[in-house]
């Protein structure tokens, strides 16, 4: 029977990096200790790792799949739905691509398996999730922001089971209560993915970025009174506020959140065997 005395500190990494666009948390996959694969869902975020010895792929809708009507909001109101529009493929062919990966063993050859953003792979869902149900071009309604919350909360619990060190980035947002008048940092996703995302992470960190008399980029470590409510670290000893600003290209993984991980004895493990199918299906 396992017993924690005999148990060291896992060796995988859960980070959830979180902050607006500009806030660097594309940039500090350089400094990730160890082989790297990436899935970009962000047009902007192959820019931060160019000439860096990363692997990866970018999952980016073709021009011919976007929306572009313009949607009534009124009962009732007319529709300009384009007569003829192509079948929005980004999440169904990432969702093929994951699991072909996966069942090859292909992730067993990295230390990160990173995805850049969640924000944008839950908006590939839903677009999927309105083409599937013959609404796509329509707006969006409530039930729809639930099924794609519980879908993309059903993907990510067996994707943080996986022998590997995860590095997701999401982006952040400001809601206001209609009632109090509150003013709330929210994760930029939706339903159920809110809530089940950060249980699932060990570290949840808020990276912003400031330009004083130079551009520099700070880690949050614990929520203060303005901004994302649930930070959280597993690693013991870290300040509220650390300095990630990258300072060498050529090494970055000597500062930035990969000196943060190292100083707290974070080191790429070797290959783990693989655990059951993922699943990630429609």
């Given at each position: 029977?396992?017993?924690?005395?005999?148990?060291?500190?896992?060796?995988?990494?859960?980070?959830?990096?979180?902050?607006?666009?500009?806030?660097?948390?594309?940039?500090?996959?350089?400094?990730?200790?160890?082989?790297?694969?990436?899935?970009?869902?962000?047009?902007?975020?192959?820019?931060?790792?160019?000439?860096?010895?990363?692997?990866?792929?970018?999952?980016?809708?073709?021009?011919?799949?976007?929306?572009?009507?313009?949607?009534?909001?009124?009962?009732?109101?007319?529709?300009?739905?384009?007569?003829?529009?192509?079948?929005?493929?980004?999440y169904k062919r990432w969702e093929d691509d994951v699991n072909a990966r996966y069942d090859s063993g292909f992730f067993l050859n990295y230390d990160w398996v990173i995805i850049d953003s969640l924000t944008l792979l839950s908006r590939a869902l839903m677009n999927r999730v309105l083409?599937?149900?013959?609404?796509?071009?329509?707006v969006e309604d409530l039930s729809d922001y639930r099924v794609v919350g519980n879908k993309l909360s059903d993907i990510l619990v067996p994707l943080t089971s996986m022998p590997v060190s995860l590095y997701m980035t999401a982006h952040t947002v400001d809601r206001q209560n209609d009632l109090t008048k509150r003013i709330t940092t929210e994760?930029?996703?939706?339903?159920?993915?809110?809530?089940i995302l950060p249980k699932l992470c060990s570290n949840i960190w808020e990276l912003r970025s400031t330009t004083d008399t130079q551009q520099k980029y700070t880690l949050l470590t614990r929520s203060e009174p303005r901004g994302y409510a649930g930070l959280r670290t597993t690693i013991q000893g870290l300040e509220p506020l650390i300095d990630i600003t990258i300072k060498d290209r050529v090494r970055p993984e000597l500062s930035g959140i990969g000196a943060v991980l190292t100083k707290a004895g974070f080191k790429p493990s070797p290959a783990a065997p693989a655990p059951a199918a993922v699943a990630v299906n429609s």
């Open positions: 029977m396992p017993n924690a005395k005999n148990d060291t500190m896992p060796s995988h990494e859960r980070i959830l990096a979180l902050g607006p666009p500009g806030a660097g948390k594309t940039f500090q996959i350089r400094s990730l200790p160890g082989r790297k694969f990436v899935y970009f869902f962000d047009p902007s975020g192959k820019r931060s790792i160019i000439g860096a010895d990363i692997d990866y792929e970018e999952f980016l809708p073709d021009v011919t799949e976007t929306d572009w009507t313009l949607k009534g909001f009124n009962k009732g109101a007319l529709s300009d739905k384009p007569k003829i529009k192509k079948e929005p493929s980004v083409y599937l149900n013959g609404r796509y071009g329509d994760i930029d996703l939706p339903g159920a993915a809110r809530a």
